[in-house]
């Protein structure tokens, strides 16, 4: 199984930015779908942005024209670029991985993003 781990989050205030990293243990991104998820206290994890092998992108409305996701195949990495963020975009940030085939999935342990004046 891979190991996920992300790191970047941190306190910012409302129209800030914030870059999340999340680097895998091994090289998959040809055969994954990567992806982005937040969970805030109280409520079910949600997706942010995905990124499928071929490159196709999705994005959770609440989140299109200031999150993008982005990958490195050399550095086994996906990043997740959030600007202008908001105060309702406070939560925990996981990295998921999701293989394309069967049901394999990873998680990473997730990083905090407050957004907050």
């Known amino acids: 199984q891979v190991q996920l781990v992300e790191s970047g989050g941190g306190l910012v205030q409302p129209g800030e930015s914030l870059r999340l990293s999340c680097t895998a243990s091994r090289s998959i991104f040809s055969i994954y779908r990567m992806g982005w998820y937040r969970q805030a206290p109280g409520e079910q994890r949600d997706v942010v942005a995905r990124?499928?092998?071929?490159?196709?992108?999705d994005y959770a409305e609440s989140v299109k024209g200031r999150f993008t996701i982005s990958r490195d195949s050399a550095k086994n990495s996906v990043y997740l670029q959030m600007n202008s963020l908001k105060p309702e975009d406070t939560a925990v940030y996981y990295c998921?991985?999701?293989?394309?085939?069967?049901?394999?999935?990873?998680w990473g342990q997730g990083t905090q993003v407050t957004v907050s004046s």
């Open positions: 990124i499928s092998p071929g490159g196709s992108i």
């Open positions: 998921h991985a999701q293989a394309m085939l069967g049901s394999i999935q990873s």
